[in-house]
């Protein structure tokens, strides 16, 4: 029953670990601009991975996508790639660890196939929170460097609520595939591997005759 639990909270948190890298992905708030150099400011400006946006103090809101791939920065290119292997590797994750629970029909119907299934799903939620927290840290690291920089002559931001969103989803896509590795090493009793011989188990058989008695193995 343990064993149980600990697969249903793990795939919970790597399931939950996804959405929020895949909110963290699309978002266009990975650092908004400061107005620390600014009294009165109408225009608020935002960057994500794929678009940059401006909005004004009535409301409107206008973005423009970033042109070209090799115009762009390293550390934005490596950030794209990273997040979209994390975002492939939560998926498999996720649908893997299905696969493997033990309260489910799908699969296969043995249990020591389905503990391997489910430690395969938690070894691809813990890769994918790594492929994701690496990333968002490299972001802001970038933009802190920028902001405290006295020579930076461009806009300085700060950091945004997808890089929240991203650690957040790291953490929870770790933790799920941590709990569903615990749950195949610890459950023992339900994931087990016969030994060389349990299969050939001796018996002894009695023959009983007059005033003699016989045991043969």
Request: hydrophobic content about 45%.
């Amino acid at each position: 029953m343990a064993v149980m639990a600990l697969q249903i909270v793990g795939l919970v948190m790597g399931f939950l670990g996804l959405i929020l890298q895949i909110a963290s992905t699309c978002s266009n708030t990975w650092r908004v601009s400061s107005n620390a150099d600014s009294v009165i400011s109408a225009t608020w400006v935002f960057e994500g991975l794929w678009m940059n946006c401006a909005a004004s103090a009535l409301g409107s809101v206008q973005c423009k996508w970033f042109r070209g791939l090799l115009g762009l920065d390293s550390y934005l290119q490596g950030c794209r790639a990273l997040m979209i292997v994390s975002l492939l590797l939560g998926l498999a994750g996720v649908i893997v660890a299905l696969l493997g629970l033990k309260c489910t029909k799908i699969g296969s119907a043995n249990e020591q196939i389905k503990g391997k299934i489910a430690l395969t799903g938690g070894v691809c939620l813990i890769a994918s929170g790594l492929c994701c927290i690496i990333p968002v840290s490299w972001y802001a690291y970038q933009i802190t460097q920028e902001f405290y920089n006295p020579i930076y002559g461009g806009t300085k931001y700060e950091l945004g609520p997808a890089l929240y969103m991203g650690w957040g989803g790291a953490i929870l896509a770790i933790l799920g595939g941590a709990f569903l590795c615990c749950s195949c090493s610890g459950g023992q009793k339900g994931y087990k591997y016969a030994g060389p011989g349990q299969g050939n188990q001796q018996r002894i058989y009695k023959t009983s005759s007059a005033g003699e008695t016989k045991a043969y193995v």
